[in-house]
């Protein structure tokens, strides 16, 4: 008879057991629900909060880009910023290299237009942008008004670049 008490009792230590274990399950799994629905809950904020910087992004973006025209061999700049669209004169070859000849010690004469586009840009993007802020205006804005904006800025550093 006490190995018949002792097998019931094991019964019930082995129900009791399970009992525990299922629910230890429930409640587990009731957290597990929510947190699949707090990490739901964040991964759309974070698709709101992604989309709102690629907009910001886009309204910001500034773009510098170089054209020539053919007819004249002349070339111009066209310059898109937040609300701000609008292009101006370059010139020919020859005035461009001139006017930025004072900021390399090398001869521009012997480079080439895509070397000297890359360097407009590099002068445009650091010049523009501030006095489009400053005077929420594109007007009076000139390739000799840039170049002197440039030079007053001190953003130029001819004497440590190398080539």
């Not at 409640?27 to 690629?54: A, H, W, Y």
């Not at 020859?94 to 000297?116: A, G, S, T």
Request: hydrophobic share 30%; aromatic share 12%; proline share 1%.
């Amino acid at each position: 008879m006490s190995k018949k008490r002792d097998i019931i009792k094991d019964e019930k230590e082995l129900i009791n057991l399970l009992k525990l274990i299922n629910s230890r399950s429930k409640s587990l799994s009731i957290k597990k629900r929510e947190i699949t629905k707090t990490i739901r809950g964040l991964k759309n904020q974070e698709k709101k909060i992604k989309k709102e910087l690629k907009s910001l992004e886009k309204k910001n973006k500034f773009i510098v880009s170089i054209g020539l025209d053919k007819r004249w061999a002349t070339y111009n700049c066209i310059v898109k910023y937040q609300s701000f669209h609008f292009s101006f004169y370059l010139g020919k070859e020859k005035k461009i290299k001139k006017l930025l000849q004072q900021f390399y010690r090398e001869d521009l004469r012997d480079k080439n237009m895509k070397f000297i586009n890359t360097q407009i840009k590099k002068i445009v993007r650091s010049v523009v942008p501030n006095y489009l802020k400053k005077y929420k205006s594109k007007n009076k804005l000139k390739l000799d008004k840039i170049i002197s904006l440039y030079l007053t800025s001190g953003e130029w550093d001819y004497w440590s670049e190398s080539y």
